[in-house]
């Protein structure tokens, strides 16, 4: 259910009591007061993590079937060397 209201919106989902006890406990670790402030930040992690695939595919996209250059300074790995 979203609900809209001026410049936010809302919404929810059901979950178990024992995720939800995990959350909370996972919340305590982050420093997170309440659920609106858990739900705001699983969404950030999943817009960041979202952001994060789509920029992979488009790397992957553009370099098809060649290696990606390494960043400079990153020297290769030696494939020799099974350490």
Not at 5 to 10: D, I, K, P, T
Not at 27 to 40: D, N, P, S, W, Y
Not at 43 to 58: C, F, K, V
């Given at each position: 259910?979203?609900?809209t209201?001026?410049?936010?919106?809302?919404w929810?989902a059901?979950?178990a009591?024992?995720f939800a006890?995990q959350?909370?406990?996972d919340?305590?670790?982050?420093?997170?007061?309440?659920?609106?402030?858990?739900?705001?930040a699983a969404?950030?992690?999943?817009?960041?993590?979202?952001?994060?695939?789509?920029?992979?595919?488009?790397v992957?996209?553009?370099?098809r079937?060649?290696?990606?250059?390494?960043?400079?300074g990153?020297?290769?790995?030696?494939?020799?060397?099974p350490?």
């Open positions: 259910m979203t609900v209201s001026g410049a936010s919106e809302v929810q059901r979950i009591h024992d006890e959350l909370y406990a919340a305590k670790v982050l420093g997170l007061e309440g659920r609106t402030e858990i739900v705001r969404l950030q992690m999943l817009h960041r993590r979202a952001a994060e695939e789509r920029m992979a595919r488009s992957d996209e553009f370099y079937e060649r290696p990606p250059p390494l960043p400079i990153v020297a290769p790995a030696d494939d020799a060397d350490a």
